[in-house]
C-alpha cells in the first residue's frame, strides 16, 4: 500500500453497503470487528432472505438489535446520517440492518413500518426467484407486481434505501421507475464484465444513475470472474461502470463474510432452487473479497487515473449520498 494510499483510508469514509453474514439469531456479531478493525465506517447487515420466513427474520433482528445495544463501546445501531456521522467521530461502527427479498413481509404492507421501526434501513424486492412482490434474477421474470409498488411508495414515505440486487431485468426496472428516492444496487456487478445472472445490464446501471442512486461492486468470485478476487479485477468493474455512468454512481457492497467459507459450503448447497445449476455456486472454495482489500482497490483506483475525490465516493461518500437522500 502506497503512502498516499494509507493516509487516504485512514481518513476517508468507508461503508460497505451490504454484508454476506449469514442471518441468524446463532452468529456471533463479534466478527463485526473485523470491519472495525479495517476502517470501516458503516455496514448493513442481513437479518432475513427468502429462503427464511417472517418469523425467522424477527428472531434474527431481536437478536442482532440486543447485541448491538450491549456493545455500544464500539457499535452503533444506526438510523440516521447523523448516527453515522457520530459514530465516525467517536471511532465506532455503525450498523443498520437490510432485509433480501419479500418473503419477510408475509403479505402485508404493515411489515415495512415495523422493520423500520426495528432499524432495518435498505430492503431488496427478491432473492433469485419470484415472490408476490417481484421477479428473481434466477427465475421467470415478472416485473413488479402492484404488492411491489406499494411496498416502494411506503419504503420511500419511510426513509428505507430502495435495493435492486438479486432482483430480474423488468422488476429493476419497474422499481427504478416507481421509486420517488434514489434507487441501489447494493451488491451487482456488471454483465458486461462477467457475464452472470446476478450481475446487471447496462440499461440497469443507467436506470440507477439516472435515480441519483450508487451500483455496489460485490466481492465474491463468481460474480467478479471465474472466482477471480485479484483487486485488478474488481478495479476492472468499478472501472466499466464508472466510464459508463460517471464515479458518483460507484460504491462497494462486498456481500462478505469473514466465515464466507462456511456460509457459501453449507448454504447453497441446502437449497439449489435459490442458488441454481450452471451458475457457478458449486466452484469449490468461492473466493470472496472484503474491508482487508480495500487499500489495494485505493492504490489500483489512482494508478487508474481516478482523481482523490472520485476515490472518496467509491469508498463510502456516494452511498452516504444516497442515504441522505432516502433516509430523510
Not at 6 to 27: K, M, N, R
Not at 183 to 192: K, L
Request: proline share 4%.
Amino acid at each position: 500500500m502506497s503512502r498516499r494510499s494509507e493516509d487516504l483510508c485512514s481518513d476517508a469514509l468507508i461503508w460497505d453497503a451490504h454484508a454476506g453474514v449469514f442471518p441468524s439469531p446463532q452468529v456471533d456479531l463479534s466478527l463485526l470487528r473485523d470491519w472495525r478493525d479495517h476502517k470501516a465506517n458503516y455496514i448493513s447487515i442481513n437479518v432475513g432472505f427468502d429462503v427464511m420466513d417472517w418469523q425467522q427474520t424477527l428472531q434474527t433482528l431481536a437478536a442482532y438489535r440486543r447485541w448491538l445495544l450491549v456493545n455500544d463501546d464500539h457499535f452503533v445501531l444506526a438510523g440516521t446520517i447523523a448516527d453515522v456521522v457520530d459514530a465516525r467521530a467517536q471511532g465506532k461502527l455503525a450498523v443498520s440492518f437490510d432485509i433480501e427479498g419479500m418473503n419477510a413481509m408475509n403479505g402485508d404492507i404493515n411489515m415495512v413500518s415495523l422493520y423500520h421501526g426495528l432499524g432495518v434501513r435498505q430492503m431488496l424486492f427478491a432473492y433469485n426467484l419470484n415472490n408476490e412482490a417481484a421477479g428473481g434474477c434466477h427465475d421467470t421474470d415478472t416485473g413488479l407486481t402492484e404488492f411491489g409498488r406499494d411496498i416502494v411508495r411506503e419504503m420511500n414515505r419511510l426513509g428505507m434505501i430502495v435495493d435492486c440486487s438479486h432482483a430480474a431485468f423488468q422488476t429493476t426496472m419497474d422499481i427504478m421507475e416507481t421509486s420517488s428516492k434514489p434507487v441501489v444496487f447494493s451488491h451487482s456487478n456488471p454483465t458486461a464484465i462477467w457475464d452472470h445472472q446476478r450481475n446487471i445490464a447496462d440499461e440497469q446501471i443507467r436506470a440507477c444513475a439516472q435515480t441519483g442512486g450508487v451500483v455496489g461492486m460485490n466481492g465474491m468470485g463468481i460474480f467478479l470472474g471465474d472466482n477471480d478476487i485479484s483487486s485488478e479485477t474488481i478495479v476492472r468493474h468499478i472501472c466499466y461502470v464508472s466510464d459508463l455512468v460517471g464515479p458518483e454512481h460507484v460504491g462497494l457492497g462486498f456481500d462478505y463474510s469473514p466465515d464466507m467459507d462456511l456460509d457459501v459450503g453449507e448454504i447453497l448447497k441446502s437449497r439449489p432452487d435459490y442458488w441454481p445449476a450452471g451458475q457457478q455456486y458449486d466452484t469449490p472454495h468461492i473466493k470472496h473479497a472484503g474491508p482487508p482489500q480495500i487499500p489495494a482497490l485505493v492504490d489500483n483506483m489512482f494508478d487508474r487515473g481516478f482523481s482523490e475525490g472520485e476515490v472518496r465516493g467509491v469508498l463510502g461518500e456516494n452511498f452516504q449520498r444516497v442515504a441522505s437522500a432516502a433516509w430523510a
